[in-house]
């Protein structure tokens, strides 16, 4: 793989049967370049708790991977309420998630911790009313 | 322990045959919440749920799960059988209910692979 690959997907707020699409989609074209099974996995699990919390809680968003030899860039980017306390928001268990959500088997509170356990670096850059910006990578 | 020997064990009904029945798996996972099998580390498990929507093939899609074990007599929906056939993802229904289905695979050897090693 010599040159850069990059990914785009709009990820929609109203269809929750649909959510974890681009995240799959990401899974499978990595599979076909002979990327490490542990980097695959490592993304594809990142990449979906981040498609997911953009569909819980941000009314969709749109997602950018970018694939080079050395890493995979991904940039989840919504323009949902924002996250007024990020400490809190790490701390697994805290959930702002309704109970409707709860049912379809998120909102456990492991959103972002496992984003963080499953991604090299993460970077969460938010504003209260304007949104978030999630960048993480895994190294190849 | 293979898959065709879970489906046995449970007394399961076979709903989609992801071609693997003679695949052994070591590791199981029981939980209705997504979010916790996704904190859950060994690929290759079997998945048992009392959850029955699309959510829960592609948490197994991402994580490497094998199959998937309904508990309690839940039906997966058309779109739940074939997202399951096009990823090769074993699907069954046990008529148990979560604690009776797992506490029969740990008798049986399986573990769940937590920090304890246990």
């Known amino acids: 793989m010599d040159d850069k690959i990059i990914l785009h997907y709009e990820v929609s707020g109203d269809d929750f049967t649909r959510a974890g699409e681009a995240s799959s989609d990401v899974k499978n074209k990595l599979k076909q370049m002979d990327v490490s099974p542990e980097a695959i996995r490592k993304v594809a699990i990142a990449m979906y708790e981040g498609e997911i919390n953009m569909v ?40 702002t998630a309704k109970e409707e959500i709860r049912s379809l088997g998120f909102g456990a509170g492991m959103g972002l911790p496992n984003m963080k356990k499953y991604s090299d670096t993460m970077k969460i850059d938010t504003i209260v009313g304007v949104g978030t910006t999630i960048t993480m990578t895994v190294a190849m | 322990m293979k898959i065709k020997d879970i489906q046995g064990l449970l007394e399961a009904k076979l709903v989609v045959d992801g071609g693997n029945m003679d695949l052994d798996i ?93």
């Open chain 2, 26 to 118: 070591h590791y199981a996972c029981g939980a209705d919440m997504m979010s916790d099998v996704l904190a859950y580390l060994h690929e290759h498990s079997i998945l048992l749920t009392g959850l029955c929507n699309p959510q829960v093939v592609r948490t197994a899609e991402m994580m490497d799960i094998e199959c998937i074990v309904f508990v309690r007599g839940k039906q997966p929906d058309e779109n739940m059988k074939s997202m399951a056939m096009e990823r090769n993802l074993t699907l069954m229904v046990s008529e148990y209910r979560m604690f009776t289905a797992c506490g029969k695979l740990y008798e049986q050897g399986m573990r769940g692979g937590d920090v304890r090693g246990r």
């Open chain 1, 56 to 95: 819980i809680h941000a009314n969709g968003g749109d997602i950018t991977v970018e694939i080079s030899p050395e890493e995979i860039l991904m940039v989840l980017k919504d323009t949902g309420p924002g996250i007024p306390d990020v400490g809190l928001a790490m701390q697994e268990g805290y959930s």
